[in-house]
């Protein structure tokens, strides 16, 4: 690697860029609440803009974050030593990591729990106002299985050939569906007009995987008496009788998404009864072997619990941190008694470095969202305590990449010098990036082929992805390249306004399920809202603080 560094020093903007990056998280979540699913809070109200919003911040906003991290670490690295490098990781990192699992995440845990319950009674409110009218608004063979229309549903007969197909919208067969909405009736009628009881959704779930979640005891006899498979795996690589050991806090926040009011009780209940059926058809399990079967079934518990998204809730960025650190630590190491390797400037400057970045992203990428059998844009999350391999490896591809951009070409180089053109060209990326990520009807039409439609969308989202990051450090670098007294003082406090803001955005939008405002007034509030009083609290009672000095370093007083 080479030690050459140009005179100018460009920190002030790429610092400004990673303060972006983490304000650009609040406005993230607290739209997520407007985009009809896959969240604590999710309103009845939603909007197809905001929903644009979160998918494009997504796609871009934690890896430019990582690839910024790099570039700090290179630099700290070189002026510092590799010894002050590791203490002051531990210090600025892993111990606000640490602190925050012991204040934040539990606060996380109640708020959540708080929020899961508002929700839950406006599901039930809802359904109530709606009970009379319970029957299939629309006449497709998804809806009227939901609602148990009978009269509907017969229309459908053996020789149709939607008896198996997968919704529009959740990829989900009509027998799953009789399952979310317990009407066992018409599970009934699918299967004696020849519905395969283990057909899969689109994220590999089957309706046996439904059943037992939901505790739906009837469906789930149905199911087993048609000769469901027990076996099957899901894209997380779930059996059914797996599903039934998801806790009341995730069970009602998946029925709230669906809108599907339950009762925790009646679904343990239900959950039991399953699990006698299993048990007593021996089925899904050797009976042969029970101690070894049981301390299989407490591994996957403490798998399952390791890698759960409530171990860090949004502090995983942290624990990426830390584990990215410690790599490149390594890398430091072995550089120096393995030869020396001088990479070409050229590779590590835009455009040339998108050849080697995009293939080697791809790899990682196409792990995403179950192999691609699960809908989404951009990288999966991994908040447990043991990270997902491919997602850390994706994060520590924009890690490594920033490193490099620092040891190669110095704080001083211009990164994105063609930003004017890659971020129109990511623009213009991003709708069919999302088609092809979420709308696979409308992408069949343009690539009939599963497995190079897969492999486009993959494409796509990597593109964007480098294409925005690439593009926004030009862009910041154009507009911020100065030094501005304003602009350090929300990079200061933009840490401890990300570490604390979800609770009070989950408490937000639990509070808004009681008004009528539109979704776009209401995440604007709540961003406003928010940010502000964090601020407020950032400079009365953090910035000259102990906690403002672990933060950010010692801040004086100015008269």
Known sequence: ?????????????????????????????????????????????????????????????????????GFFTAMLWRRRGPAYLLSQRARRVL??????????????????????????????????????????????????????????????????????????????????????????????????????????????????????????????????????????ASATGERPADAMRHDQQTTEFIANMVKVPIDYKEVTAGRERIRRMIEGADVAQSKATPHAQGGDDWSQWLRSQLRSDLFFQHLWFLWFLCWLNAGFAIVVLLARVLPSVK???????????????????????????????????????????????????????????????????????????????????????LPFGLMFGYKAAGAADIIADDGARRWVSCLLQVLYAWLATLGLLGLFESMLAKDRPWVRYVSDS?????????????????????????????????TITTTAVLLVSYHFAVRYTPIGALLNGKRARQR
């Open 95 to 232: 111990l606000p990591l640490i602190l925050g699992c012991l204040t934040i995440v539990p606060a996380m845990w109640g708020v959540t729990n708080w929020a899961v319950s508002q929700q839950t009674e406006q599901v039930r409110a809802a359904a109530a106002e709606h009970a009379p009218r319970e029957r299939a608004p629309t006449p497709d063979i998804w809806t009227v299985a939901a609602y148990g229309d009978m009269e509907g549903l017969r229309a459908y007969t053996a020789d149709s050939e939607l008896l198996n197909t997968l919704d529009p919208t959740w990829g989900v067969t009509p027998l799953g569906w009789t399952a979310i909405r317990n009407t066992p009736e018409a599970t009934k009628y699918l299967l004696e007009i020849g519905a395969d009881p283990s057909a899969p959704y689109q994220d590999r779930n089957t309706p046996l995987h439904t059943a037992c979640f939901f505790g739906r005891a009837e469906v789930a006899e149905l199911l087993l008496r048609a000769g469901a498979d027990q076996t099957a």
């Open 494 to 526: 933009s840490y401890w306004l990300y570490l604390v803001h979800l609770p009070l955005i989950i408490v937000g939008q639990a509070l808004f399920l009681r008004t009528d405002l539109p979704p776009l007034a209401e995440f604007i509030l709540l």
């Open 343 to 429: 990479l070409p400037a050229a590779l590590v400057g835009s455009p040339l470095c998108l050849l080697w970045l995009v293939p080697l992203t791809l790899l990682t990428q196409s792990q995403m969202h179950g192999d691609g059998a699960i809908p989404g844009f951009g990288p999966d999350t991994s908040a447990g305590l043991i990270p997902v391999p491919h997602v850390l490896l994706y994060y520590a591809t924009f890690f490594g990449f920033g490193a490099l951009m620092y040891c190669v070409r110095g704080s001083g180089a211009r990164f994105g010098r063609f930003w004017y053109v890659m971020l129109p060209i990511a623009l213009i990326t």
């Open 1 to 69: 690697m080479s030690n050459q560094t140009a005179p100018v020093d460009r920190r002030h903007d790429l610092d400004a860029l990673r303060t972006f990056a983490m304000l650009l998280g609040i406005a993230l979540h607290a739209a997520l609440a407007y985009i009809g699913a896959g969240w604590v809070v999710s309103d009845q109200r939603t909007s197809a803009g905001l929903g644009m919003l979160v998918a494009a911040t997504h796609g871009f906003r934690m890896p430019l974050f990582f690839l910024l991290s």
